[in-house]
């Protein structure tokens, strides 16, 4: 008699649970859906903001351009990755809980290859990043910037040569006696070769030296300001 009485107990909380789950309005709270990757995304008033958005329906290959807005002030960047949104997070003081982190960032954008150092998140497991701004003593001039959530996938890397960063000839002050190459570094690239020829490279994506080169110079900064005045057209 016991186990008929459980048995019919069961069976009614069973069709509650049921009735409750098919007839809510949608508007209701649903206890099996995850919320959203923004919920405990805290806002930042850093004049920081991130310029390279990769959401889990667009996903970045294994080592995205990660780019955020030029602070003129600053002489390099903090930059910190998550694999969770860290509680009680402050935009003005380093987290303990950061999965990676560098000061290793000298203009306003950083190549992370994520097949090092967020292997697990190549799996549409989303990661988050910000950075703020630094003096040349080491002091932070800005705040740091919004996270950012990062989706990303094992697909090859896209970008395997630095990027150009400067404009010439198409602003006020960018056309200089004395130039100046700023690039944004590839991922583990530890020197760079700059190039300057007086033609066209007959080979653009190669590795060999162009047979129109007048002048090159080694460097393991991301930016070169070159000895000689150029006056004319160069590449």
Not at 10 to 22: A, G, P, R, V
Request: with cysteine; net charge negative; proline share 9%.
């Amino acid at each position: 008699m016991k186990k008929f009485i459980y048995l019919i107990i069961l069976i009614s909380i069973t069709f509650c649970f049921q009735l409750y789950n098919t007839d809510k309005p949608s508007g209701a709270p649903s206890f099996d859906k995850a919320l959203p990757d923004n919920t405990a995304i805290v806002p930042s008033n850093s004049i920081l903001k991130a310029q390279s958005h990769f959401p889990k329906e667009n996903p970045a290959d294994c080592a995205p351009l990660l780019e955020w807005t030029k602070d003129l002030n600053a002489v390099y960047y903090e930059f910190e990755l998550f694999d969770t949104v860290p509680e009680n997070l402050s935009n003005d003081e380093l987290s303990p809980t950061h999965l990676y982190y560098t000061t290793s960032v000298y203009t306003n954008a950083l190549q992370l290859d994520l097949s090092v150092v967020a292997p697990k998140a190549l799996s549409h497991k989303p990661l988050y990043w910000r950075v703020r701004s630094m003096d040349i003593d080491g002091n932070p001039i800005s705040s740091f910037s919004q996270l950012e959530i990062l989706y990303a996938t094992d697909r090859p890397a896209t970008i395997n040569a630095p990027l150009p960063h400067v404009i010439y000839n198409q602003e006020n002050g960018t056309t200089l006696l004395y130039p100046v190459y700023a690039f944004i570094p590839n991922a583990h690239a530890t020197q760079f070769e700059i190039e300057v020829t007086d033609r066209e490279p007959e080979n653009p994506n190669g590795t060999a030296p162009s047979r129109y080169r007048i002048f090159s110079a080694v460097t393991n900064l991301c930016d070169y300001y070159d000895p000689q005045a150029r006056i004319g057209k160069y590449y």
